[in-house]
């Protein structure tokens, strides 16, 4: 904001001005008085001051990136900020603009470049002061707070000082101007307010001085709308584990806070201040700070300091409940939005987040339970909020000054909301016209302006002026300035959306528009200045370039003034200045120039009428680089979603000297949540692919709130031939799968009315036909990508008509409604219409209308992401397959749109753990033990993969995997062996390069049945086991590898055959009475030496008689001893027979035994 104007009458200084000349002529065509419908006779100038017809809006330049504020010099010139961080300056008399400085900020939802405002004492002093949110507040070079959203409730886990990685500032800075650029080395940091970020919204922030020199700081209380539960009411969501972001009592409710507050101070010459006298809370008040004159407000976005009426004035945005919705919800009122004023000497509470407008109340919700507590009262307001670091007892509120809803009867001035074109509201505060009858330029506003308050009203596009009995803070008469039709009517450009207004020091008004649009460099945006002529107006001065930009020179540009205009119609003259070096080249509605030479050329023109008023506009043609087209090739523009989920998106670019292939960081978007004819930006990001993530709790707004989703997609190329980087953008809609009738683009033929029983409140009735002309309702721009069909709410017996592109068009679908009382929900199914265009719906049977809810996913992400996975190293190189280093386990996941987590489990998805994307979703393991991982991944809708499983063996002591091939042989010594010989077997093992190491592992079949270790020249002998069993074997000698050498194996076969036993027995004793029984000794003995097992059977014979039989069972050294029977006098044989084994053979031996008495 500019206040040179008002130090420099209070001291007397001259401020140099540029005289403007009018014309005799009057404008045609134009409305040539206001009619307010108030007798405005008896006011001095009134006449000439409310004709229109003596106004004009002069375009001074429609470059002013995503426009913020402005700040008007004393030599007429224009500081203007962007959001981010560009500070340009316009100057009218040479109809040029440039970017002086870009300041490095944080730029996410509404953060970035603020306010600007020049100091009281700017010709002497030369300070401009800036308000913007810096990236890296203390200069370490470290980001001061975390790119993207922060979340809604703690993580799992957290505690709340998870929370703190958030906090950031917006400071106010000022810095030294040079003439042509802002010193940004000379930066003081005066004050910085701490705010928490990561979420939208309302960061005000405004600058104006007092009469004094005291600066006037507004700030927003920095909660977001759409906090969760607020439903359109004050958002005072403490609840436990939420964002503390969500309680707006923490910041505007709370006495020792920065935020929701207008500051008072006094910055001293070192850049420090002073608290001035007066303020809210004395210096040294427990729990306050002294800074504060107002606290109490929302979002004070434009505030006025006037020493001449000694008043501060604001504009304030309200909540968003709709009158139905308040009507039944028992929380509070409707959304409100403020206009209000207060002397300089009366500091005050202005009641948010408790009350607003007339003081009415909210109830104090509980955001836990969702259950209503009691109604705020406006003088015993009480901060009960866990996050309130002030005074529990708070100042009385301060009923509004000017308060306005949606539609008439909303408010007790009905102006307000009647004034304008557009919906929603959107208060800009404004400045105090003064009148200097020794200004000597012509064109500053009459005296009857003298005194009265400007207000923007950027959601309807109109400046409305304010007749003001400042001492009584009352406003006694509202007027509709210069509004639109007039505008149109003349030829001039219209008010749309007034960002600033200020009072230059030639008397002139100088106006920021935004344009229709969001979050970019709208077509429709501009600065402008409204003087006062009478009579000849100055020509618009419009031209294009063809091309506009080349890649390469030598280039013919073909320029073109053929759609400048003069109000009155008369003949143009045109000179061209085709360099910027101040000389007009040519002449003519038309010219053509070839530039030989690479470079930034700033082409103007000047447009002369035949009054002798000119206007001058300019445009800068590059030579050397060509800025981007930008194509988003999904999802189509219009397409429907809801809230909550993700919207995947795929950005592809062309550039005439970078290539067509995108360079994804260079690709930055912004989301937005769209509500009326503003929005708010909520999430900035990068990539040329990935999902813009709706927040489920944007419905929070407000039942039936005029909700979408807008963004806007801009892509940064390397820049060419030593000229800077150029720009290129795309903007995307996206639309709740439910459309309210009264929310339509263009309702033609019907009436919005208030319904309790329709979604949102109210519908639309009437829809028929007019003298046989269609009613309809228009919505621009749809997309039926992954829509399926509609479900049409509506009420009276007949049919809705769906049609594509015109109101006349064949419908591609309809819906028969039938007759009885109350909603009916009609689905019909149909096979959609393709790409970007218009939906029209009509009827011809005077139906009423809730909404049309489209059936099927629309652009919303419902595809899970895949997932695989990659160990590195790759394989194990430890013997045994096990990963004998470090292991470093990655889940590679693909999507449509982008992730929200990827995770692994290690206990069979008991827990799972995050896997950061910073660090490739990988995870090292180096503990010995065996690993059964599991993998998923989910992305930003919800989707989560199939899961995925690995299994791996680590253990760091293991020694590598061989890679040398290595051959064994396996030589015996014969290929037969008797049972119990220990048959050697020569294994020797050799390899390319060296000599194998290690042991040898001899087996048949399964069975290991010998192992030995190589000497220093591969070999080794392994005896095989004695009791190797009777057969052919094949033997298998398998050498194990050592850290060299890989494994290999021989094979030999061996017959093994029985074994000769030899059986011995002795008798005693010998002889032996009849009465005594003799004893049989048998030891049985293998050729081999191996012991024989089994059984012996020993025979006593007499002659050829068997007498007895006796068996026995050798023990472990082929020995037994057996008792023979008594026997009778005689001589006997005694046969002792060695059963045989599997190994060892048969054998007998015969001793014999007298019996004697």
Partial sequence: MNSTRRRSRRRGLLVPVVALTAGALMITGTPAFAHDGVDHGSEGGATEALDWGNYEKI???????????????????????????????????????????????????????????????????????????????????????????????????????????????????????????????????????????????????????????????????????????????????????????????????????????????????????????????????????????????????RIEVDPETNSLSWGDYGPDATKA????????????????????????????????????????????????????????????????????????????TLYYGDNPGDQPRDELVNFGTGSGQGPMGGPVYHYDADNPSTAKFPEYWDGKAFMGEFSQDYIAAFTVDWDADEVTHIQDFLPNTALTAAAQPIHDNPMDIEFGPDGSMYVLDYGDGFFRANPDAGLYRIDYAEGNKAPQARFTATPGSSSAAPVTVALDASSSTDPEGAALTYAWDIDGNGTFEYEGATATHTYTELGAYTVRLRVTDA???????????????????????????????????????????TDAEDGNEVVSNRVAWTYGLGHDEHAHPEVTGTGATGAWKTDPNSPEHGAGANLYGAVVVTYTDAGANGLPAASGEATVRLNPRTQEAEYATQRKGVVVYEDETASG??????????????????????????????????????????????????????ATIPGGAGWKDVTVNFTAPTGSGQLFVTSANELALDSIKMV??????????????????????????????????????????????????????????????????????????????????????????????????????????????????VTLGSPRASY???????????????????????????????????????????????????????????????EVFKTSAGTARLTVSQTKSVTDVSVSPDPVKPAVAAKATIQVESTTGIVPVGGVTVTVRKGTATVATVTGTLDASGHVVVTLPKLAVGTYQVQAAYDGSSGVAKSTDTATLTVRQ
Avoid at 353 to 379: I, L, M, R
Avoid at 988 to 1014: M, Y
């Fill in 59 to 301: 375009l001074l330049t429609k470059n002013v990136g995503e426009p913020i504020d402005l700040a008007v010099l004393p030599d007429s010139t224009v500081l203007h900020t962007a959001r981010n961080g560009d500070i340009r300056l316009t100057d009218p008399s040479t109809g040029t603009t440039t970017v002086t400085n870009t300041l490095p900020v944080y730029a996410n939802s509404e953060d970035g470049l603020q306010t600007v405002a020049i100091d009281p004492d700017f010709e002497e002093n030369g300070w401009v002061y800036l308000v913007y949110a810096p990236r890296d507040a203390n200069g370490d070079g470290v980001a001061d707070t975390p790119t993207g959203s922060a979340p809604n409730s703690l993580p799992a886990g957290a505690d709340e000082s998870y929370w703190n990685q958030w906090v950031g500032v917006n400071r106010l800075a000022r810095f030294q101007w040079t003439g042509d650029a802002i010193d940004l080395a000379s930066e003081q940091v005066i004050l910085d307010v701490p705010v928490q970020r990561g979420q939208c919204c309302h960061v005000g922030a405004d600058i104006d001085f007092d009469g004094d020199g005291n600066l006037y700081l507004s700030t927003g209380d920095n909660t977001p709308a759409s906090a969760p539960g607020a439903n359109g009411f004050a958002p005072n969501n403490d609840a436990p584990g939420m964002n503390p972001g969500f309680d707006s009592r923490r910041g505007a409710g709370n006495t020792n806070d920065l935020r929701g507050k207008i500051l008072r101070i006094h910055v001293e010459e070192n850049g420090t201040y002073t608290i001035p006298e007066g303020n809210l809370f004395a210096p040294g008040t427990e729990k306050t700070r002294p800074e504060i004159f107002v606290m109490g407000v929302r979002n004070p976005f």
């Fill in 325 to 400: 919705v308040a009507s039944t919800a028992g929380r509070g009122p409707m959304g409100l939005v403020e206009w209000n004023t207060t002397s300089l000497d009366d500091p005050h509470n202005s009641g948010w987040p408790y009350v607003t407008g007339d003081n009415f109340a909210y109830n104090d919700w509980n955001f836990a339970t969702s259950t209503p507590g009691a109604f705020f009262d406006p003088a015993n307001l009480v901060n009960e909020s866990r996050w309130n670091t002030g005074l529990t007892e708070l100042p009385d509120a301060r009923p509004a």
């Fill in 611 to 653: 009054g002798g008023k000119y206007s001058l506009t300019s445009k800068v043609v590059s030579v050397g680089n060509q800025a981007p087209a930008v194509t988003v090739q999904y999802p189509e523009n219009g397409g429907f979603f809801d809230w909550g989920q993700a919207v995947p998106y795929k950005v592809t670019t």
């Fill in 761 to 814: 409140g109210t519908a639309i009735r009437g829809l028929g036909t007019d003298g046989g002309v269609a009613d309809f309702l228009r919505y621009d721009p749809v997309s039926f990508s992954g829509i399926t069909g509609a479900v049409v709410r509506a009420n009276g017996a007949g049919k809705v008509d769906l049609r594509w592109g015109s109101a006349t068009a064949a419908p591609f679908a309809s």
């Fill in 856 to 969: 099927g996913p629309g652009v919303a992400d419902v595809k899970a992401p895949t997932v695989a996975h990659t160990l590195t190293p790759a394989t194990p190189k430890g013997v045994g397959g096990v990963f004998n280093e470090p292991v470093r386990f990655a889940v590679q996941p693909a999507d449509n749109g982008a992730l929200a987590s990827v995770q692994y489990s290690a206990n069979g998805g008991q827990t799972w753990t995050a896997l950061a994307a910073n660090q490739q979703y990988g995870v090292t393991f180096q503990t010995k033990g065996t690993y059964n991982l599991q993998y998923r991944a989910t992305d930003t809708g919800g989707n989560v993969s199939t899961i995925g499983s690995v299994s791996f063996k680590v253990d760091l002591d293991a020694p590598n995997e061989p890679t040398v091939d290595s051959r064994t042989l």
């Fill in 980 to 1042: 119990g010989d220990e048959t050697p077997v020569s294994v020797q093992v050799t390899g390319e390069g060296g000599v194998p190491s290690g042991e040898v592992a001899l087996t048949i079949g399964d069975d290991e049945v010998g192992r030995g270790t190589l000497d220093a020249e591969g070999r080794v002998t392994i005896a095989l086991p004695a009791d190797l069993a009777v057969g052919t074997h094949t033997l298998r000698a398998s050498y194990l590898a050592d």
